[in-house]
Structure formats: structure tokens, C-alpha cells
């Protein structure tokens, strides 16, 4: 039986809380880590519906997308909307856990549950977080001094790399110089042209311990003066990030991916609406899970053929379309999002197999009715 910090750590690694926005608020809401964990609930919002659901389920956890309490609360009590929901968990042995703009940002995340419905073939992110710049240190070492050079070098924390420690690369040739007048050296003599067999070794480390590095470098390498240079890589756009660009499997019109779209999200009220010429032909375009507007300029530089997302209001999108951006497909916010419940309850069924899961049937979209007529 798994325990809800196993859940927790199973969750955070998928969806890191490092990726969520600054504004938002991700993991455990209530819950005690300590607690035994056979059941949870996937939603992407907790409404009154899903935590019903949840506690007649008789589930440990409820995992949800959309953050119960954001802005600054101070009460949970039970005579308020929020409060009651907290309460009706916690007296039931519920947890809530909440994966928002981290799941969004992960890789796979939200959107890529929605473009794996679509059908589509992600190529990246529509805004690619930058992967750390990274040092790469060069140190030639006289041969019998390497060992000991690289150990200093470990000790301060260099040679990491992802998962791995101690990473380096070592080569062995031949460093000369010629002492000059003035000059202590510890191989050689003033005056003369000497020839050392050497190790290069290179490490990569952070940035921010270049100075720790420098010293720990300079008390293990033997000579007066050591030899070493360091290059800076540079940041490169990684595969973490809002949005997802992807490909069509073949060519289709602006009107048939919309019906396309319709078909493979779950039913709502809103449906799914484009905005621009239902025949221009679509080969690339953008998916964003959720309210995706503040990406419009983002996608328009990208040069796609179309942007699925949610939440897309008149100005801004009136606005796109003047500008010859790419076409507009609009759906509702939670059917956009709603994929990804799946995604997570596979993250879940893969780390903790003894934990069952389900996807809550509950639709959370706010909006019921819906009438063309
Ligand atoms: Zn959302």
C-alpha cells in the first residue's frame, strides 16, 4: 500500500513544482503525508460534483488541475463555498493535490494530452523555458595529479549533470612551458623549456559556483600558475514550456480539424468554434491546454497554420486575425484541459501500481446550456 508522500513524490516528479508560475499556488492542499493511499480521484476541477464523487468512491486523494485556493485565503470555514469542499475532504480521509502551471510546463504536460487526442505530433513548446547556461571547465593537470585535481572538483559540486555525478572527460597529452625569472615552479626550472604529460579534464557545473570552483581548483592543482580556461554554453531553448507545436498527420481544412477537434474532446455546452477561412488548409499548428490568448503573439511568430486553445476574447482575437495571424480554434477551457487527467492517472498507475485510479466522469465546465439558434 503506497503512503500520499509516495503519491506526492510520484506527481512532483512528473510535474516538478519548480515549473509553476510565480503567481500560482501547486501541491498538497490538504492531507496527511503519512496516510495510507489506495484510491484517487483525477479532475481538473474540485467542485462540489467531483468531491462527492471522490469521498462516495471512498477515495485517499483527490489530484486536480485547477488550484482550489489561489489567491490569499484566511478561512477554510465550513459556511464558505471553499471551506465546505476542505471540510467535507478532510472529515472523509480525502487529500486534495493540486498540479497546475506545472503541469502545464512539463514534459509531457497538459498540453500534450491534448494534442495526443487531436492526434497531432508535438514538436515542442510554444514558449520553451531556457535550459540553464552551464559552465564547461578546462583544467590541464600534470598525470599523477589528475585523481586528486578531480576530486576537489566533485567535492564543490562539479561534474553533475542531470542524474548523474561525477561526470568528466579526460584526455591525456603533453603541456610545456618555460618558467621565467621571478617564477616558483613546481615542475621545472627557471629558464628552461619543460615538457609535462598532462590530463585535460573538462566538467561542467553551474555558473553561479564559478568562484568556489576557481578556489578549489587553485588549493588542489599542484602548479604555481594553473592552467585551465571555462566556456559558457549557451542557453538553449529546452523541451519545458507553455503551449505545444505540433504537426497535422496529413493536411486538413481549418473546417475539418475543427470538427475534428469537436469529435475528440469531450462534449460541452461551448463546442469548439474557429475563426478564419474554414478552407484555408492546415499543416502545422499550435495547441494550448487552457486559457492560451496571452500566447497569440507568440504563436503568430511561429508561423503556424492555426492556434487550438481556450478562453479567446473578442478584442484579442479580432485583433489576431487583422494582423494575418494564424486561424483561431476556440473550446471550452476544461475540455481542453481535460486530457490530462488521464496523463496524470497514468503517472500514477506507472509509479504506484498498487494504487487504483480513476478519472472523474464530472463535467466541470461552468457553462450548461448552449443554444445557436
Ligand atoms: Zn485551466
Not at 572527460?169 to 617564477?183: D, E, I, S, V
Amino acid at each position: 500500500m503506497a503512503k500520499l508522500a509516495e503519491l506526492i513524490e510520484t506527481l512532483e516528479r512528473a510535474y516538478p513544482p519548480r515549473l509553476a508560475e510565480s503567481w500560482d499556488s501547486v501541491g498538497l492542499v490538504c492531507g496527511d503525508p503519512g496516510e495510507d493511499v489506495r484510491r484517487v480521484l483525477f479532475a481538473v476541477d474540485v467542485t462540489e460534483a467531483v468531491v462527492e464523487e471522490a469521498v462516495s468512491w471512498g477515495a485517499q486523494a483527490l489530484v486536480a488541475h485547477h488550484p482550489l485556493l489561489l489567491r490569499g485565503v484566511d478561512s477554510v470555514a465550513a459556511d464558505r463555498p471553499k471551506g465546505a469542499l476542505i471540510h467535507r475532504l478532510v472529515r472523509a480521509g480525502c487529500a486534495l493535490f493540486t498540479a497546475h502551471t506545472n503541469a502545464d510546463s512539463a514534459d509531457p504536460g497538459v498540453s500534450d494530452a491534448l494534442a495526443a487526442v487531436l492526434g497531432l505530433t508535438v514538436t515542442g513548446p510554444i514558449e520553451p523555458k531556457p535550459v540553464p547556461a552551464v559552465d564547461k571547465w578546462s583544467i590541464q593537470v600534470p598525470v599523477d595529479h589528475a585523481e586528486s585535481v578531480l576530486a576537489a572538483l566533485f567535492a564543490v559540486g562539479a561534474g553533475g549533470s542531470g542524474d548523474y555525478r561525477e561526470a568528466a572527460w579526460r584526455t591525456t597529452g603533453t603541456g610545456q612551458f618555460r618558467p621565467l625569472n621571478g617564477a616558483n615552479p613546481a615542475v621545472g626550472t627557471v629558464g628552461e623549456l619543460t615538457r609535462v604529460s598532462e590530463d585535460r579534464i573538462e566538467v561542467v557545473a553551474a555558473p553561479r559556483d564559478r568562484a568556489t570552483i576557481l578556489a578549489a581548483l587553485r588549493a588542489a592543482h599542484p602548479y604555481e600558475e594553473p592552467a585551465y580556461h571555462v566556456t559558457e554554453r549557451a542557453q538553449l531553448s529546452g523541451n519545458l514550456g507553455l503551449g505545444r507545436v505540433a504537426t497535422l498527420p496529413e493536411p486538413l481544412t481549418l473546417r475539418e480539424f475543427t470538427a475534428r477537434a469537436a469529435a475528440a474532446l469531450p462534449e460541452t455546452a461551448w463546442g469548439v468554434r474557429c475563426a478564419g477561412d474554414p478552407d484555408r488548409v492546415l499543416r502545422r499548428v499550435a495547441v494550448c491546454g487552457g486559457a492560451g490568448d496571452s500566447l497569440l503573439d507568440a504563436v503568430t511568430r511561429l508561423g503556424v497554420d492555426a492556434y487550438l486553445t481556450a478562453d479567446l476574447r473578442h478584442h484579442p482575437a479580432d485583433e489576431h486575425l487583422r494582423r494575418s495571424g494564424p486561424a483561431l480554434i476556440d473550446a471550452a477551457h476544461w475540455a481542453t484541459e481535460f486530457p490530462w487527467c488521464a496523463q496524470a492517472a497514468e503517472v500514477v498507475q506507472t509509479g504506484l501500481p498498487e494504487v487504483e485510479t480513476r478519472v472523474s466522469g464530472v463535467r466541470t465546465d461552468p457553462w450548461t446550456v448552449g443554444s445557436a439558434g
